[in-house]
């Protein structure tokens, strides 16, 4: 079994559509930063072009959830830490 952040692009696409209603949640904000930050590393998102880099945007928006924090902050989480990278 592979790390979740270590899913290849072809297997986050046959997770997303197998996974309707699963969402991962962090302990922390400092473990949902460091897992964001792993999969936008693995698969070198800044160099991707616009389709692969939706796709992971939808696996890390739609799969995880920090405790009490809305969408919009699921957003916000992914823009700030791709801008890192």
Known sequence: ????????????????????GIRFEG?????????????????QYRQQKRPVRGLVRRYLEDDWDEPGAGDAADSTL????????
């Open 78 to 85: 992914l823009r700030k830490t791709a801008k890192c990278r």
């Open 27 to 43: 302990k922390t904000r400092e473990q949902i930063y460091s897992w964001v930050e792993k999969v936008l590393v693995y698969h």
């Open 1 to 20: 079994m592979h790390a979740a952040e270590q899913l290849s692009l072809d297997q986050i696409r046959a997770f997303l559509q197998a996974s309707q």
